[in-house]
């Protein structure tokens, strides 16, 4: 399947067959570039071995999921237990945002209200990134959700009267769900059947209601962060390939660290 999907994105037709074993078969004309294209893919994602495969659903876990999910428990009790100034430094604050404050838009990404607040966050995160992070790579599918997490936050600070306050990682979650929905422009550029990018996209948007409209949720940020990781995911589909891949997704990761580091430097600073 990974096969046809780096041929799909390069514009080669492939058909894949199965009988005693799966196969792919290509026209005479696009034999070479096909070769090409896997050997340039094996190359690029052979040492990925932190994803593993889900028995019995034909889906890609990341286990490099642990690290988000780990660090947002960390900020939660340094905020609890030594830095208190934490929260009030790094959450959403329209009237402080509209002032110039703007890094407490990611910032606040990193923060939670209480241990049930947090709770319900890292066991959603932990199945959500594990599964964005294993399709569009750890690093690129982190910090596209990362960034919808951030867009969540800004389209409560353009939908909610002031003044407001709001922080949690759900905004980014909701984002990772928007990418996952995304995934059925895969399956769409493969076949060109419409079918599935409402399959893809009504999926997603069932577990966004199931879990992102429940009473006293921040709403429009998991709505927001949805929709900007559904857009970012579309963008992915039909970036370069080689973003999704090794050297790809270790610029992405570095761009999210220092994105995170300056942020916090900015919040935090004296």
């Known amino acids: 399947m990974d096969w046809s999907l780096v041929l799909a994105s390069q514009e080669i ?3 894949i067959v199965g009988d005693e074993g799966w196969a792919l078969v290509v026209g005479e004309n696009d034999f070479d570039r096909a070769m090409a294209a896997i050997r340039q893919y094996q190359k690029e994602n052979h040492r990925w071995h932190w994803r593993q495969p889900l028995s019995g659903t034909g889906l890609i876990f990341h286990w490099g999921t642990l690290a ?9 009790v340094l905020g609890e237990t030594r830095i208190s100034a934490l929260k009030s430094s790094g959450m959403v604050d329209t009237q402080l945002v509209w002032a110039g404050q703007w890094w407490r838009l990611f910032t606040a990404v990193y923060l939670h209200a209480d241990m049930g607040h947090l709770i319900a966050n890292v066991t959603t995160g932990l199945v959500l990134f594990g599964l964005a992070m294993a399709r569009y790579g750890p690093g690129a599918g982190l910090l596209a959700a990362f960034l919808a997490g951030v867009a969540g936050n800004l389209a409560g600070l353009a939908f909610y009267p002031d003044p407001h306050r709001g922080l949690g990682a759900s905004g980014m979650i909701m984002g990772a769900l928007g990418l996952l929905g995304a995934e059925g422009i895969a399956a769409w550029r493969r076949t060109r059947a419409t079918h599935w990018l409402w399959r893809g996209a009504g999926a997603a948007f069932l577990v966004l209601v199931l879990l992102g409209f429940s009473e006293g949720t921040d709403i429009i940020a ?34 999210l660290t220092a994105l995170s580091i300056l942020t916090w430097w900015l919040a935090l600073r004296p």
């Open 222 to 255: 998991h709505v927001g962060g949805f929709v900007s990781g559904a857009m970012l995911g579309a963008i992915l589909h039909f970036a370069p390939e080689t973003l999704r891949g090794r050297m790809g997704n270790a610029v992405c990761l570095t761009a």
């Open 13 to 15: 037709e492939t058909t």
């Open 68 to 76: 988000p999910c780990f660090l947002i428990v960390v900020f939660y």
